[in-house]
């Protein structure tokens, strides 16, 4: 039996990395960065006032409170601004380039004059400051030539406004992998549908589509497929154009197990260390053109697929993209007690209250619980060598959310 790290290790080899393109920086978020960005000029690119209210020069209000004369307005965006002299302010809005001569704002509160849409005073009386006061600097935050943002890292929208603020148009972004989502059972009918003796709604495609997207792919099919191996091989021809195929069920030693039937011999299939998702199977697939496929082979019990999904799918796809397969994380403590697989190590969807971290379920983490999953918001690891998990044990919890 293989540890969960042995095994994430063979899916993740399976990635290989995709090209990138050229993409509007407003555009393709959740994709990611395949190319470092140095600033092309300076955040912010000039001198300028951090608050609204007159600009000055210190060493004229280092004695003490003044009145000094105002010679004019500089409002945000101005191309030019009046020369600041001995004994003279400019009044100046936030984020306006600093006038020459000044070198510190007395901001509007701290003068005699009212906030707001007012006429131009012909003077104001200011506070002593000092120099500097007030004044956001040229690259003060970030200097031309600066890192700010690496390759392999997930493009968001704070990222692309990173990177117009230094100087960016266009970015090279990696192409999300695309990926079939084949959800094996003869048992399975539509969502809505009506359900006879023995069939169940397919929600594996659903559940495991939605994972894919929020994990960077782009899903090119995503439907149940009968036991029958030939409706099962028609579908993985039909899914020629996928980087990744991802199944639910079939990989079980039952009597039907569709997937195992079709591609025993091309991929492998193991046992892992691991509950719910003991049964595993992956490899590579070559399609009639001879280009190769990702396989990752999941159990059909719907909690099993969305561990395992979020055990494997989760960094397999992240490495085709070329990126870090973060996976936010932290300790609690769990405010009741269960008990655990002997020798495997557990996954339990919990949720996160102030007493502590709670099973999703009241049953626990049985593999069949779906109904159940949308309530939770994490995933409590109880370790291989554990037991039974007892209220107060402090255990890592990785955030589904």
């Not at 809005?93 to 005073?121: H, I, S, Y």
């Not at 918001?377 to 044990?393: F, M, Q, S, Y």
């Amino acid at each position: 039996m293989l540890t969960v790290e042995q095994y994430l290790e063979r899916v993740v080899g399976l990635a290989s990395p995709l090209r990138s393109e050229p993409c509007a920086v407003g555009s393709g978020f959740g994709r990611v960065l395949d190319e470092d960005l140095t600033a092309r000029f300076a955040v912010p690119p000039f001198d300028n006032s951090a608050m609204d209210g007159f600009a000055v020069r210190a060493a004229d209000t280092a004695a003490g409170p003044t009145r000094l004369k105002v010679v004019g307005d500089v409002p945000a965006g101005a191309s030019h601004a009046p020369t600041v002299g001995p004994g003279e302010a400019a009044r100046i809005m936030t984020g306006a380039p600093m006038p020459p001569g000044a070198d510190a704002v007395v901001m509007v509160e701290d003068t005699d004059q009212e906030q707001g849409d007012v006429p131009l005073p012909g003077s104001v009386a200011v506070v002593p400051v000092t120099p500097g006061k007030n004044v956001r600097c040229r690259g003060e935050d970030v200097a031309v030539g600066d890192l700010v943002l690496r390759a392999g890292e997930r493009w968001t929208p704070a990222a692309a406004g990173a990177a117009s603020s230094i100087g960016y148009a266009e970015v090279r972004l990696r192409r999300r992998p695309k990926v079939a989502v084949l959800a094996t059972g003869t048992e399975l009918v539509a969502p809505g549908e009506p359900i006879g003796f023995g069939q169940i709604p397919d929600s594996n495609s659903l559940l495991i589509a939605g994972l894919v997207e929020q994990f960077g792919g782009e899903v090119v099919c995503a439907r149940a497929v009968s036991d029958d191996v030939d409706d099962f091989r028609e579908a993985l021809a039909e899914a020629a154009e996928a980087d990744v195929i991802v199944t639910s069920g079939g990989v079980s030693v039952g009597a039907f197990e569709v997937v195992r039937q079709v591609v025993e011999g091309e991929i492998e299939f193991v046992k892992v260390a691991m509950q719910p998702g003991k049964p595993q199977a992956s490899g590579r697939l070559r399609t009639t053109d001879g280009r190769e496929q990702a396989l990752l082979a999941l159990p059909g019990n719907p909690v099993s697929v969305f561990v395992s999904a979020w055990a494997y799918l989760r960094p397999l796809l992240a490495a085709f993209q070329g990126a870090d397969p973060e996976w936010a994380s932290t300790r609690v403590a769990v405010a009741e007690g269960w008990k655990t697989p002997p020798g495997r190590r557990q996954y339990v969807p919990v949720v996160l209250t102030a007493d502590g971290a709670r099973p999703a379920h009241r049953l626990g983490s049985g593999s069949h619980l779906v109904a159940s999953l949308h309530l939770a918001e994490a995933l409590a690891v109880v370790p291989a060598d554990v037991e039974a998990v007892a209220p107060g044990d402090i255990l890592d919890v990785f955030l589904v959310r």
